[in-house]
């Protein structure tokens, strides 16, 4: 089975500094990596996922993640936060022949103006 | 496309009632996922289906649970009897990953389920 592990709870960060939200995984096989983001009273939207090749994944609203096989890490950046990046950011894993999804336990990010 | 579509948005009911609640997918998406979201566990994996059969519902908590998708337009979950700690959001998302999760997963709005 897969599992990630997110290792920051809650993250804050003023407004137009960088920020960097973890996430580290655990498998035995070959993985597809995911960042989602949940805004207030809504359902979830897709950052950016890795699929293959690249290291550096680019998403949507400037945030990238670089994929760190040998650390087995996932972490999500962005050079400059703004007040509508406040949000809860998921980390999830599944494995490349799998049929399961796993979700991390989310990092709050407030972004302080 | 008005997205994936769940009803009711907020349900409240007392423990022993049926609930009942429904999602409709964004249409030519074969694959459906019903998620819960507690403050406790996070967000959990109940069950998917695959072009409108389940294909691992490992996920569901007890036989309390039910889901079913009767077509490619629409899906249930249903807790009967609900009890208080069934208490969560419930979110379904939808995608056109053929059995696999390497897509992107549309998630609808969410329904927020208090049981008394």
């Known amino acids: 089975a897969q599992s990630v592990t997110q290792l920051d709870s809650q993250v804050p960060v003023f407004e137009e500094a960088p920020v960097e939200l973890r996430c580290n995984y655990s498998s035995s096989v070959s993985v597809y990596l995911f960042w989602y983001v949940q805004y207030p009273n809504q359902g979830l939207q897709l950052l950016l996922k890795y699929l293959s090749g690249s290291t550096l994944v680019k998403g949507i609203n400037g945030f990238e993640a670089e994929f760190n096989k040998s650390q087995t890490s996932f972490h999500l950046r962005k050079p400059s936060v703004h007040i509508s990046d406040t949000a809860e950011y998921f980390c999830?894993?599944?494995?490349?022949?799998?049929?399961?999804?796993?979700f991390g336990t989310g990092t709050s990010l407030t972004v302080i103006p | 496309d008005a997205g994936v579509i769940q009803s009711p948005r907020h349900e409240v009911t007392e423990m022993g009632q049926e609930v009942t609640l429904r999602c409709k997918p964004i249409s030519g998406h074969n694959s459906l996922f019903w998620y819960r979201q507690t403050m406790m566990r996070g967000l959990e994996l109940l069950i998917y289906?695959?072009?409108?059969?389940?294909?691992?519902d490992s996920g569901m908590p007890e036989d309390r649970f039910s889901a079913k998708m009767p077509n490619a337009s629409f899906s249930t979950l249903k807790i009967q009897p609900s009890e208080p700690r069934d208490s969560a959001v419930y979110f379904c998302a939808s995608s056109d990953a053929s059995g696999g999760f390497y897509n992107e997963q549309f998630f609808g709005p969410g329904t927020r389920l208090t049981v008394l």
């Open positions: 289906f695959n072009n409108n059969v389940p294909i691992d």
């Open positions: 999830a894993v599944t494995a490349d022949t799998g049929n399961q999804f796993y």
